[in-house]
């Protein structure tokens, strides 16, 4: 239920509201509907960043200047006890279900373009759940939740609008994306343009760089809303993923970084927190801050091998189930939050799954009845500073990847997992596949956890 609703059921005598509307004619909602009108619905914008590394914001003590991420961190609740995905498919495909990737059939890798799959369409996405509610939905950058038909693309998911690209990497300025999936010949196959406005190729936006496109849609789209109509605006960046790239004049603060790979990334953060920094001034220009949130995310750690970035003092990085791979930069942000939990460092234990079952229940009011969820409604450890619900996290199980064990013991026929892939002949967990799983403060991992 939103902080306006708790307010007028808090310090206002009902009698008074009769009066009122007896006096002005106005039809009032009893106060338990209060959060499911749309006039009193909150405005959702999610951001992520893509293979941002845990140190490499500035309140983790970052030489990089991300001063509006500090910000609006420092004015919300920083999340730090907050959990994503390894990499980028899984993370997102949690996100927009609210399901473990297990349960979703994406616990192996990301979506290459050439697979012939996406998220499951059986199962209403984050978009649909808000759509239903009354919320103009707008998903501005990077999808990779698959597209090899459209049924998979955004605005057949749940989103009225789209802008930015289906696959998972691309050129910052070209956006030209290539093949590039492990043992499969991308010789026959050319690279292709892959940058969209709704469902058409835009290929206007050729040599302008990602982050302010991005940037830019999102402030059109603030600008362009209907008044009375709630906005989740879901903003997805290409930054700072690889390749890296960014604008000469972000380079200009970093030019003592001695490694080519930390500069430039360097240079793209800037960029991306400047972005950031200008859709917060375009919604204080309108007026929007007083019944909207802000989250703020990452998908997966920093990638430093190649990728420049850094995830100290955690070990491991992007792609492994240590803590570099999958603890998450997190922070909420929202005038809604009250006074005396705004400026402080949550440690409950959050996933990128709660999101989920958090927007649309925890603050949209909505139902989730007949939904399978991994996730919990965390608004109350958030708003509130209420015990967590969730007091475990699956980070996953992957049996196609394993230490000891060759790929024979992956089933031939069809491709599928045999009892005997899970399990030893005394019914113990066959500790050789790639799983990990945190219990309160205890992990436990198996197989390959990656490298570190």
């Given amino acids: 239920m ?30 338990g509907d209060c959060s499911n009108t749309s006039a009193t619905l909150p405005n959702i914008i999610f951001i992520l960043a893509d293979d941002f590394g845990f140190h490499d914001v500035g309140y983790h ?31 997102r495909s949690q996100l927009m279900s609210g399901r473990y990737q297990i349960h979703t059939g994406l616990e192996h890798r990301s979506f290459h373009a050439v697979q012939p799959d996406c998220l499951p369409l059986e199962d209403p996405t984050l978009a649909n759940k808000l759509k239903e509610l009354g919320y103009a939905t707008h998903a501005v950058g990077k999808w990779h ?17 789209f802008f930015g690209y289906l696959g998972g990497s ?20 050319e690279p292709g343009y892959d940058f969209r406005d709704q469902e058409e190729l835009a290929p206007k936006y050729t040599g302008q760089y990602s982050t302010h496109l991005l940037a830019e849609r999102a402030q059109h789209i603030l600008e362009n809303s209907q008044p009375n109509k709630p906005i989740f605006l879901y903003l997805p960046f290409q930054a700072p993923h690889i390749p890296l790239e960014v604008p000469d004049q972000y380079l200009k603060p970093y030019r003592e970084v001695q490694d080519h790979d930390r500069r430039v990334y360097s240079g793209m953060v800037a960029c991306m927190d ?8 375009k919604m204080t220009e309108l007026g929007l801050w007083e019944n909207t949130v802000l989250i703020f995310s990452t998908d997966n750690g920093g990638e430093p091998i190649f990728g420049g970035g850094y995830n100290w003092p955690l070990r491991g990085v992007k792609g492994t189930l240590w803590e570099g791979g999958i603890h998450g930069v997190g922070f909420v942000y929202s005038p809604l939050i009250p006074d005396a939990m705004r400026g402080t460092s949550n440690t409950q234990l959050i996933h990128v799954s709660d999101w989920f079952p958090t927007l649309v229940a925890g603050l949209a009011g909505g139902s989730l009845e007949g939904l399978q969820l991994d996730g919990f409604n965390v608004w109350n450890t958030i708003s509130l500073g209420s015990p967590s619900p969730r007091t475990e996290i699956l980070h996953n199980i992957d049996p196609l990847t394993q230490t000891y064990m060759s790929i024979i013991n992956w089933s031939l026929e069809g491709n599928q997992t045999k009892d005997d892939d899970f399990f030893t002949p005394s019914g113990a967990f066959n500790t050789t596949i790639r799983a990990a799983i945190r219990v309160g403060d205890w992990k436990l991992l198996t197989g390959n956890p990656g490298v570190t």
């Fill in 274 to 281: 400047e972005a950031i920094g200008n859709i917060t001034q």
């Fill in 145 to 161: 939740l698959g597209f090899y038909k459209k049924d998979c693309w955004p605005t057949r998911r749940g989103f009225d609008t």
């Fill in 170 to 189: 691309e050129d910052y300025y070209t956006h030209i994306y290539k093949c590039d999936m492990p043992g499969f010949n991308c010789s026959q196959l």
């Fill in 2 to 31: 939103g902080s306006r609703c708790r307010f007028l059921k808090r310090w206002l005598d009902l009698g008074k509201l009769w009066l009122l509307a007896s006096v002005y004619g106005l039809a009032l909602a009893p106060a």
């Fill in 61 to 91: 003590g970052s030489a990089i200047k991300t001063p509006w991420l500090d910000k609006l961190a420092a004015e919300g609740v920083k999340l730090e006890n907050y959990y994503v995905q390894p990499i980028c498919t899984p993370t």
